[in-house]
């Protein structure tokens, strides 16, 4: 963790659905722990500025943006400033040691799906780099936290609850994925699409947002660009 604790508002707890990982013009490789699950694998936890710009002394324009200008960013660093922190300690490479007793449980909450190496712990790696050493959180306790979050609401089995299980025929609407999650969790979620190899839209990732400490959901203070396009989701089988 860096010396300067990170001014951020919130996290993204953000899930992958595997099926739709692999089901793109990419494709996809299992870890080699074996094909995951056939449910949602933590993609990151990701601190975030409730507005844009307010990182790191550049005091800026955020005042003057709407909300819809915040939901058009894409980058850590947009034309008007930052919208998160990233890699803030590059010198504090994530240790195996460290998280020893978490790895079962890591391989099979966050395993990788890309085919750089088949080793989940460069994921991890990479994840902690680019977004933990933000999180004023020590190495154990960003993977801890995210475990424990992801563990309290299993989103597989909320949806499931609404009748939105996987499929490769079914399309379910956004507004009944979005209100299955709401109902589920007690909290507003971001969705995201991408689209498979036919160009069909499905459910991507789901982003939920977590207060400061990485312990509590909370609403989501502000919306991401979805991409999603359609209003009719696939939710592909794994
Ligand atoms: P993409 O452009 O594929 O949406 O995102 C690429 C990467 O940018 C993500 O893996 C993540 O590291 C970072 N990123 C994208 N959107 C957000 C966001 O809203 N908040 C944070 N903290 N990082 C993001
Ligand atoms: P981000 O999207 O957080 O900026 O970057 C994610 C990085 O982790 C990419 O370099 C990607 O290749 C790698 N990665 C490894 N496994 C996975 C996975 O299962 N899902 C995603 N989204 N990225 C992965």
Same mark, same amino acid.
């Given at each position: 963790v860096s010396s300067v604790a990170e001014k951020f508002d919130f996290f993204y707890l953000v899930q992958q659905w595997p099926g739709s990982f692999c089901d793109t013009r990419q494709g996809c490789c299992f870890p080699d722990t074996g094909k995951p699950a056939a449910e949602f694998g933590i993609h990151g936890l990701w601190p975030n500025y409730a #507005? @844009? +710009?307010?990182?790191?002394? =550049? =005091?800026?324009a955020s005042a003057v943006l709407g909300e819809d200008d915040i939901a058009f960013?894409? +980058?850590?660093?947009g034309r008007r400033g930052k919208c998160w922190p990233e890699f @803030?300690?590059?010198?504090?490479a994530l240790s195996l040691w460290e998280v020893r007793d978490l790895v079962a449980s890591l391989n099979r909450n966050w395993p990788t799906l890309s @085919? #750089?190496?088949?080793?989940?712990f460069e994921f991890w790696s990479y994840e902690w780099k680019k977004h933990g050493t933000c999180s004023n959180l020590a190495q154990h306790d960003y993977f801890a936290r995210a475990l424990a979050i992801k563990a309290a609401y299993n989103l597989t089995a909320i949806l499931a609850g609404a009748g939105i299980v996987p499929s490769d025929t079914a399309t379910y609407s956004l507004s009944s994925v979005r209100d299955a999650i709401a109902q589920g969790t007690g909290f507003t979620a971001n969705l995201e699409c991408n689209r498979d190899a036919d160009g069909n839209a499905q459910l991507f990732q789901v982003c939920q947002c977590v207060d400061r400490q990485g312990k509590k959901l909370i609403d989501c203070p502000l919306s991401m660009?979805?991409? @999603?396009?359609?209003?009719q989701l696939k939710l592909p089988l794994f």
């Open positions: #507005k @844009c +710009g307010r990182g790191r002394g =550049e =005091e800026l960013f894409s +980058g850590a660093v @803030c300690d590059d010198g504090n @085919c #750089k190496s088949g080793r989940s660009p979805t991409k @999603c396009s359609s209003d």
